[in-house]
C-alpha cells in the first residue's frame, strides 16, 4: 500500500509518500524539524573547540620566571648575581616558549586578553634570554648597559599599562596581579635609566611579589576546576550586558 500525507504550508503543499504503509502527520514532521533545528549550532557560531584552558599554564610559566629574576634584582644579600645566568634557560623554555604557546591556545578558545597577555609576555621572556646572552656581552664595554636596559623595560611598561587597564574586566585578582606588574617595571625602568641600585632593587621585591600574584591565580583555575567549585577566589568581574565573546582565562 501507499500511503500519502499532504503538509501545507502558508500557500505551498508538499506531500510525504511512504510505500510500507507508514505516513508522517503535519505535526509530526514539524515536531522533527523543530528538533533537527535546535540540535544545530547558532548561525555565525563555532563548535566546542575540546580544548583545556591554558590559564593555569601561562600564569605559572610568568610566576615562576619572574619570581626566579626579581630574586636577582631584589639585591645581592639574597643570591649571589653570579649565578644570574641560571635565568636565561628558564626565561627561553619556560617563561618563553611555554606561556607563548598557551597563548596561541587562549587563541584558539576565544580569549583575545589571553592571548595577547601569554604571546607578549612569552616573546618579553624569550627576548630578555636573546638579550641578557647576546648583546649585553657586546654592550657591556660601553658602560650603558642600564641605558639599553631602561629602554628596554620601558617599552614593555607601556604594553603593562593598556593591559593593566583591561584587566579590570577581567577578575580582582588578575587586575591585582596587573598593577603590581606595572609598578615592577616602573621601578626598574627609573632604576636602570638614572643607575640607582636601591630602586632596582625595590623593583625586585615588587616582582616576587607579582610572581606570588600570578601562582595564585594559576593554583585558583587549576583547583577550582578540579574540585570544580570555588575554593580560591579571583573575584571574577560580572558584566550585566551580554557579550559575543567571554573572558574564560580565569573562571
Same mark, same amino acid.
Given at each position: 500500500?501507499?500511503?500519502?500525507?499532504?503538509?501545507?504550508?502558508?500557500?505551498?503543499?508538499?506531500?510525504?509518500?511512504?510505500?510500507?504503509?507508514?505516513?508522517?502527520?503535519?505535526?509530526?514532521?514539524?515536531?522533527?524539524?523543530?528538533?533537527?533545528?535546535?540540535?544545530?549550532?547558532?548561525?555565525?557560531?563555532?563548535?566546542?573547540?575540546?580544548?583545556?584552558?591554558?590559564?593555569?599554564?601561562?600564569?605559572?610559566?610568568?610566576?615562576?620566571?619572574?619570581?626566579?629574576?626579581?630574586?636577582?634584582?631584589?639585591?645581592?644579600?639574597?643570591?649571589?648575581?653570579?649565578?644570574?645566568?641560571?635565568?636565561?634557560?628558564?626565561?627561553?623554555?619556560?617563561?618563553?616558549?611555554?606561556?607563548?604557546?598557551?597563548?596561541?591556545?587562549?587563541?584558539?578558545?576565544?580569549?583575545?586578553?589571553?592571548?595577547?597577555?601569554?604571546?607578549?609576555?612569552?616573546?618579553?621572556?624569550?627576548?630578555?634570554?636573546?638579550?641578557?646572552?647576546?648583546?649585553?656581552?657586546?654592550?657591556?664595554?660601553?658602560?650603558?648597559?642600564?641605558?639599553?636596559?631602561?629602554?628596554?623595560?620601558?617599552?614593555?611598561?607601556? &604594553?603593562?599599562?593598556?593591559?593593566?587597564?583591561? +584587566? *579590570?574586566?577581567? =577578575?580582582? /585578582? #588578575?587586575?591585582?596581579?596587573? %598593577?603590581?606588574?606595572?609598578?615592577?617595571?616602573?621601578?626598574?625602568?627609573?632604576?636602570?635609566?638614572?643607575?640607582?641600585?636601591?630602586?632596582?632593587?625595590?623593583?625586585?621585591? &615588587?616582582?616576587?611579589?607579582?610572581?606570588?600574584? +600570578? *601562582?595564585?591565580? =594559576?593554583? /585558583? #583555575?587549576?583547583?577550582?576546576? %578540579?574540585?570544580?567549585?570555588?575554593?580560591?577566589?579571583?573575584?571574577?568581574?560580572?558584566?550585566?550586558?551580554?557579550?559575543?565573546?567571554?573572558?574564560?582565562?580565569?573562571?
Amino acid at each position: 500500500m501507499l500511503a500519502d500525507t499532504s503538509i501545507t504550508r502558508g500557500k505551498k503543499s508538499f506531500n510525504v509518500r511512504s510505500n510500507n504503509g507508514f505516513s508522517l502527520k503535519n505535526q509530526q514532521l514539524e515536531l522533527i524539524l523543530q528538533r533537527i533545528a535546535a540540535s544545530l549550532p547558532p548561525p555565525g557560531t563555532n563548535p566546542p573547540s575540546g580544548l583545556g584552558n591554558p590559564g593555569p599554564l601561562g600564569l605559572g610559566s610568568f610566576a615562576l620566571t619572574t619570581f626566579m629574576f626579581s630574586v636577582f634584582n631584589a639585591g645581592s644579600y639574597l643570591i649571589d648575581p653570579n649565578l644570574l645566568p641560571v635565568v636565561i634557560p628558564v626565561a627561553l623554555f619556560y617563561g618563553g616558549i611555554a606561556q607563548f604557546a598557551a597563548g596561541m591556545w587562549e587563541y584558539r578558545v576565544n580569549n583575545t586578553f589571553g592571548a595577547t597577555t601569554f604571546v607578549s609576555y612569552g616573546a618579553f621572556w624569550m627576548s630578555f634570554a636573546g638579550y641578557a646572552y647576546f648583546i649585553i656581552p657586546q654592550i657591556e664595554s660601553t658602560n650603558k648597559v642600564n641605558k639599553a636596559s631602561g629602554l628596554f623595560l620601558l617599552s614593555w611598561l607601556i &604594553f603593562t599599562l593598556y593591559m593593566n587597564i583591561a +584587566a *579590570w574586566r577581567v =577578575s580582582r /585578582a #588578575v587586575f591585582s596581579l596587573f %598593577t603590581v606588574l606595572s609598578l615592577t617595571f616602573l621601578f626598574l625602568v627609573i632604576g636602570n635609566l638614572a643607575n640607582i641600585s636601591v630602586i632596582i632593587e625595590i623593583g625586585g621585591w &615588587f616582582g616576587i611579589v607579582t610572581a606570588f600574584l +600570578a *601562582w595564585y591565580c =594559576s593554583a /585558583a #583555575v587549576m583547583i577550582n576546576t %578540579t574540585f570544580k567549585k570555588s575554593i580560591l577566589p579571583i573575584g571574577t568581574y560580572k558584566s550585566k550586558e551580554k557579550t559575543l565573546s567571554t573572558i574564560n582565562i580565569y573562571p
